[in-house]
């Protein structure tokens, strides 16, 4: 029984050569990968050099941007992309989190699908659309309801304390944020799809509530991929241009509100580019691509080591 | 360069074998409704021959010309001499179309309102932070401003718009010229960024308080109330089609046509108006393209401004014209 099984299901001998092509390919995919990159980011750093030479490392904590007399900086820029993901992570990765678990362990099942559907249709919506939403809907309602109750209430805080304009960093991390929820969303909902019924079996035998379950038997077996889906929308988020441009105010500043304007280096990269015309300019804008890339590698740096630390202390071994 | 690719394949797919010439361009987005409109109407004239333009700034069109990657270029503002000492042989500017610049607001009523240079660079500057400055309601007698703040709104894109806005404050602010200066993208001393005219406009009509510059074309499409501008006859004028010839008639303009016309000396000039060029080699390599090229220029200037008022461009003036005929046939190939 078992020759035949093996005869039957086994390559005859001598024709190993599909499983090193293979192999070879899938290596060939995955190096390609790598070799973009570097690519990119040697292109990035072959653009900036005349920058780099000219300004040296006081370019990432200048904070002057004036094409006029081509004197340049970063800092605001860098600033400005890491608050406003960080906001769109705060709002994002909670609700997306929720929706998930809703999904796939609470909602009825003729209910999911057509949520899952209109998550998707989020995620098609061009980048401009949002950027024109928020300047017509989103901008006035934040501006005349929310950013002024927030300031009532908790006007107390600097962040919420100055004129309210209504184009502002919190308003950039708010779309942000419904930008990458269809990202967050998915993932979370497939990687709570992965958790075994094993578990939650075990918990509900062990006595424990529907609540309790989630807890201990869902989440924390599933909170390194949950943490894997938030870093995946951090991506989306550090590099998206077009509808944050749109309603932040585009202001390199560093103001401790988030209701004053702020910039992002993706947003100031797609704005100037087309027009700048000097050399220094130009390298100027490569070198603010090039940080963009460090920024990204070393966010996502900083949350492997979260996440290794993370398990570390896990309730639930796995 | 892939969308060109692509758009010449479709060009070629949609032409089968036949040899039809393209001749490329690339430049200023500011001209590009009029350029679109002048090809459309030249393959009525010269089937033989099509255009294909792309609107990707100024600073590529200057980049792409120098490269050589393109058969002509396209700029709203001029050449520095740096970048036009990087030309391989003699690049030309030809003046096509000018556009004003228009001042939008957003008050409540949409009151008519006056302003002049002096006082419009104090708002840009930061020193003029309120409506009911004496600075506003000395020139807007009969007009009641409110005691607001004023915000202020500028393009966050490099823009031609904002280099004619710039180029004007400087001309009638030392103060501005001093610590802003003029170009593409300035360091703005106040305000909030909205992106394209359409982001500006929009951030106009949503902020109450707001003031911000745009194409003209955009004040109207928008129907944003827009200022009479103080020129330097000391009339406050409307930006119209009619003002703007005006300014160009008497503006100074010197042989290679690399001139600013902000603030010009006549009667009835609006005083925030520029001109956009197109960049053109002298010697064409290609001599068929050559001739087609200078055929379709010669077109454009004859034919072609006539369309330009409909679409919110000015036509320039009949002297001008003439200047940049006379150019157009000074070109080899």
Do not use: C
């Amino acid at each position: 029984m078992r020759t035949a099984t093996s005869t039957s299901i086994l390559p005859p001998p001598g024709s190993r050569f599909p499983n090193i092509a293979f192999k070879w390919a899938a290596a060939l995919a995955a190096g390609m990968i790598v070799v973009l990159i570097v690519l990119v980011g040697w292109e990035l750093y072959a653009g900036s050099r005349q920058s780099l030479s000219k300004f040296g490392a006081p370019f990432l904590w200048s904070t002057e941007w004036d094409p006029v007399n081509d004197s340049y900086g970063a800092l605001p820029f860098i600033f400005g992309t890491l608050v406003s993901s960080l906001i769109a992570l705060l709002i994002a990765v909670p609700l997306g989190v929720a929706t998930a678990l809703f999904l796939t362990e609470l909602a009825p099942q003729r209910l999911r699908q057509p949520i899952v559907m209109a998550i998707e249709m989020l995620a098609a919506v061009p980048s401009v659309i949002f950027g024109l939403w928020g300047i017509f809907v989103l901008i006035p309602w934040l501006r005349d309801h929310l950013f002024v109750w927030l300031k009532h209430t908790l006007g107390f805080l600097p962040l919420f304390q100055g004129p309210i304009y209504g184009v502002s960093m919190l308003a950039a991390g708010i779309i942000i944020a419904i930008m990458i929820l269809p990202i967050v969303t998915s993932i979370s909902r497939e990687i709570l799809r992965s958790v075994p019924d094993l578990q939650r079996e075990a918990a509900y035998a062990l006595g424990a509530t529907r609540w309790e379950t989630l807890k201990i038997a869902v989440l924390s077996y599933a909170r390194r991929g949950l943490f894997g889906a938030a870093i995946l929308g951090l991506g989306r988020a550090l590099g998206e241009t077009m509808a944050v441009t749109m309603v932040i105010g585009n202001r390199p500043q560093i103001a401790a509100s988030l209701f004053a304007p702020g910039y992002t280096l993706a947003s100031v990269v797609a704005n100037e580019f087309a027009e700048a015309t000097t050399d220094l300019y130009l390298s100027s804008l490569f070198e603010l691509g090039l940080v963009l890339l460090a920024v990204t590698i070393l966010v996502n740096i900083a949350a492997q080591i979260m996440l290794k630390s993370m398990t570390g202390s896990s309730p639930i071994k796995v | 360069m892939k969308k060109t690719l692509l758009a010449l394949l479709l060009i070629g797919a949609a032409n089968g074998a036949s040899a039809q010439m393209l001749i490329n361009g690339a430049g200023a987005t500011f001209p590009q409704q009029i350029y679109t409109k002048w090809f459309d109407e030249y393959r009525k004239i010269d089937p033989s021959v099509s255009f294909n333009y792309q609107g990707i700034g100024s600073g590529g069109g200057q980049k792409q010309i120098l490269a050589e990657t393109v058969d002509f270029g396209a700029s709203d503002g001029p050449m520095s001499d740096e970048n036009l000492a990087k030309a391989p042989r003699a690049l030309w500017h030809l003046p096509t179309v000018a556009g004003a610049v228009a001042l939008s607001y957003n008050l409540d009523g949409n009151p008519q309102l006056k302003l002049d240079g002096p006082t419009l660079a104090g708002i840009f500057l930061g020193k003029v932070t309120k409506w009911n400055d004496p600075a506003i309601t000395a020139q807007n007698a009969g007009v009641t401003l409110p005691d607001e703040d004023i915000v202020v709104v500028h393009r966050s894109d490099g823009s031609g718009t904002s280099f004619i806005f710039t180029d004007y404050l400087s001309s009638v602010s030392s103060d501005w010229k001093a610590t802003v200066g003029k170009g593409v993208s300035v360091k703005w001393p106040v305000g909030l960024g909205g992106k394209g005219n359409a982001g500006v406009a929009g951030q106009v009509k949503q902020t109450p308080g707001a003031i911000g510059y745009v194409e003209l074309a955009y004040a109207h499409q928008n129907k944003l109330p827009f200022a009479d501008m103080k020129n330097s006859s000391g009339n406050y004028i409307t930006p119209d089609v009619g003002s703007v010839t005006a300014a160009m008639a008497s503006a100074t303009i010197p042989d290679d046509f690399r001139f600013s016309m902000v603030n010009s000396s006549g009667e009835k000039a609006y005083p925030i108006t520029g001109t956009t060029w197109l960049l053109v080699y002298a010697e064409q390599k290609d001599h068929a393209k050559g001739e087609k090229l200078v055929q379709f220029l010669n077109w454009a200037y004859t034919t072609g401004e006539g369309f330009a008022p409909s679409l919110d461009y000015a036509p320039l003036p009949d002297a001008v014209v003439k200047r940049a005929l006379d150019r157009v046939h000074s070109i080899k190939y």
